[in-house]
């Protein structure tokens, strides 16, 4: 029963001291880019921990292939992040500012004394994080031209990079993963929407080319990755048990050896242990916090793909229910064509959206009542000259109060799209719901003079038989 259902099984003591003391680490794509969200110190540590494990890494073809095309991708994605910063800031800034001027002349406010004083903390906030910033960026030291982290990889795999496939390997490739894709054999089913190559075929080439150097070796492999699709993990009820049990048994069959899977956080949790301390509790941390805000990322886009695919049919039902020679509805169809397509779903996002506006009110509410209690407890009021207040005084609750205030405005920017899309569906709908109306009605009307008509020569010839002369 152990050998049939290995797959399902929790990793045995002796399994798990293979994979650490013989096993191949592999790194997938995600493992590797994340090492340039880390920060400098976090990423020395894991680097110098890889260090440690180095004679056991080994790196799939296709993991390098995409890594080197996404790597200056994801460095400047690292290099602008200043920028989104500094577009809140200016946003925030805007926003107190409109909303001071809309304000009426009031004995007991400088109206123009706030201002200025929002704006020189706005300035000053501004300037300092740039400052700040341009350190930073000179600490990270990476930059598409100069990229220590690549040469520290180079490093560490030198020799030990798997072959690319063959054409007519490739041909073979493609086939047999539609093939499973279809039957949602894992991995990559999760991936056969997608219409790049390398996005749609890459997990599963990984796979082989992992299948092939495991049984070439003659050794376990441990694959590390942030990927958490269901078509890499086995999960009930919302929680992770582990690699896909389907992945575990192919494995061992394929090579007679152990295959397992860790998510980065996990491994980098093992990797502290077996390194003695050249890993700390604060790149721990870091790891975890990186890797649960790429899920969300990824969950966002895979719920909005899901929307978009469960929509498709009814979207399409509905296009070829609408008559399509009248010309005011043609109009609209053009002007109207939101990414949801039923006044269901765009009814949900609007009372969703409002939810969160009115969420986002009271948290700007909460903001300037601390704003305004720690100025009380301060003794300091709007009407002093912006030099007698000491700026770090009220930095963090006018920062907290700033906040709100752009979240409080992205919302309602938010719930204004959205209702006026639901709007105009919910016209369009009525509008076609008229339309089926009047040609009802004009069917209808037709069957009656039909009926008038049927009706009336039937009386002329009973009128006609009557007068109708004996023979």
Avoid: C
């Avoid at 520290?152 to 894709?181: H, P, T």
């Amino acid at each position: 029963m152990k050998a049939t259902f290995h797959g399902y099984l929790p990793l045995q003591s002796d399994e798990y001291d293979a994979l650490f003391s013989e096993g191949i680490v592999v790194l997938d794509t995600n493992a590797l880019l994340n090492l340039y969200r880390y920060t400098p110190k976090s990423r020395r540590e894991l680097l110098n921990g890889l260090e440690v494990i180095s004679k056991q890494l080994w790196l799939p073809h296709q993991v390098g292939l995409e890594f080197h095309r996404r790597r200056i991708d994801i460095i400047r994605e690292q290099q602008s992040f200043y920028n989104k910063i500094e577009k809140i800031i200016l946003s925030s800034a805007d926003g107190i500012r409109s909303q001071i001027e809309t304000l009426s002349i009031n004995p007991f406010v400088d109206i123009k004394s706030t201002a200025a004083r929002i704006d020189k903390f706005f300035r000053e906030l501004e300037s300092g994080l740039r400052n700040e910033f341009e350190e930073s960026l000179k600490e990270y030291g990476i930059s598409p031209r100069a990229d220590p982290v690549i040469e520290e990889l180079m490093s560490l795999y030198d020799g030990k990079v798997g072959d690319s496939f063959s054409n007519e390997e490739w041909d073979e490739i493609r086939k047999d993963a539609d093939r499973r894709y279809d039957s949602e054999i894992p991995p990559g089913f999760r991936d056969k929407h997608k219409t790049d190559e390398d996005a749609k075929y890459g997990d599963f080439v990984i796979w082989k080319q992992m299948l092939n150097y495991a049984s070439q070796q003659a050794r376990p492999i441990l694959f590390v990755t942030d990927d958490n699709k269901e078509d890499w993990w086995w999960k009930s009820k919302g929680q992770t048990l582990g690699p896909h049990p389907v992945l575990r048994e192919e494995f061992r069959n394929h090579t007679g050896k152990t295959f397992y899977a860790y998510r980065t956080q996990v491994f980098v949790e093992k990797l502290k242990e077996r390194t003695e301390g050249k890993v700390s509790a604060d790149t721990l941390n870091e790891v975890k916090l990186i890797s649960e805000k790429q899920d969300r990322y990824r969950e966002e886009r895979e719920n909005e793909r899901l929307l978009r695919e469960e929509s498709l049919p009814i979207a399409k039902e509905v296009e070829e229910r609408r008559p399509v020679k009248n010309e005011s509805i043609s109009k609209t169809r053009a002007l109207y064509r939101p990414r949801f397509n039923t006044v269901g779903d765009l009814r949900k996002i609007t009372r969703s959206l409002e939810r969160e506006r009115e969420l986002k009110a009271a948290e700007l509410d909460m903001a300037r009542r601390r704003l305004s209690a720690m100025a009380n407890d301060r003794k300091i009021y709007l009407t002093d000259s912006v030099e007698s207040i000491d700026e770090d005084v009220l930095a963090a609750p006018l920062l907290e109060f700033t906040n709100a205030v752009a979240e409080m405005e992205q919302a309602n920017k938010d719930y204004s799209r959205a209702s006026e899309q639901y709007r105009a569906a919910l016209n369009e709908q009525r509008s076609l719901m008229e339309i089926d109306k009047s040609r009802e009605g004009e069917r209808h009307f037709r069957t009656l003079a039909v009926e008038a008509e049927e009706l009336h020569t039937l009386s002329n010839r009973q009128i006609a038989d009557r007068h109708r002369k004996p023979e």
